[in-house]
């Protein structure tokens, strides 16, 4: 684990019990908005993804993900939130400040377009961080370069609009701690096969992905 995951948890968990805190104890989640998009999309893939780190990747990751809300403070219980849907996501000023505190104190959120959430999420990320721009990841960058190789960045899991798939991000002080992922649709990957009809190839890809992403959001 990093050193800023590690200050992380040891800081919550220090206000929690005053001991230690062993990776077990570990839980992902899911991150629930407001604005009438379907946040609750892809039921299957937290608990597929999460399965396959712990196999794959040797975690201790919780079996069962949480669902956390945008303002809530128990956001900060968790240091990855993963956010998928179709449609438009609205996050109030209260939100938007308690989001951006988690991640500028060492949370990671990672969004997912699963088709029709482009154009919301923007315009959120720009309420969240007015300041910063969506940079998209060189196909160099460490997130690709895990315990799986992705030369050429994002596999493509569902067709969309046809175009390639592209990973950006948002940095604060060279920190990654903002990924949105487009065109590419990873969580449809993680579900169960049978939900979408994925082969077997599309859905060992998307899952190498996601343990990538999890490993670097753990590790680097």
Known sequence: MSYKLRYYFAIIFIFSSGIGISQSTYKIALLKYNGGGDWYANPTSLPNLIKFCNKNLHTEI??????????SPEIFNYPFIH?????????????LKNLRTYLLGGGFLHADDNYGMDKYIRREIKKLFPDKELVELPFSHPIFHQ???FPNGLPKIHKHNGKRPQAFGIFIDNRLVLL???????????????????TEEKHLQALKMGANIIQYVFTE
């Open 62 to 71: 919780n079996k069962e993900p949480a669902t956390v809300e945008v303002g």
């Open 180 to 198: 949105y992922t487009y065109e590419c649709d990873l969580g449809d990957g993680w579900e169960d096969t049978e939900v979408h009809h994925d």
């Open 147 to 149: 315990k799986y190789n």
């Open 83 to 95: 956010m998928t849907g179709h449609g438009n996501v609205i996050f109030s000023s209260e939100e």
